[in-house]
């Protein structure tokens, strides 16, 4: 990993708030050069889209109050 990286990216990562990355899509994300990440709420099993600039912070859009998910292709 780079110095940089906290490997939140790397599948398997759960952050503090229960949310793990499920996968990497190919699609473009919302934020300046990112990709949509899968990622899925351990609390509640909802299954999401989000950049992965966020997924260090993330919270569940359905349970947590977090920001609205992006869209991705199953």
Known sequence: ??????GTTRV???N???QT???ATS????????VVYVLQCEPCGE???ANGSDIHLRKCPAC???RPKLTFAP
Do not use: S
Request: aromatic share 6%; hydrophobic share 25%; proline share 0%.
């Open 27 to 34: 699609l473009r994300g919302t934020d300046h050069g990112q």
């Open 64 to 66: 947590q109050g977090g």
């Open 47 to 49: 299954v999401y889209g």
């Open 21 to 23: 990355n499920i996968r």
């Open 12 to 14: 398997g990562f759960r």
């Open 16 to 18: 503090r708030n229960e």
């Open 1 to 6: 990993m780079a110095a940089k990286d906290k």
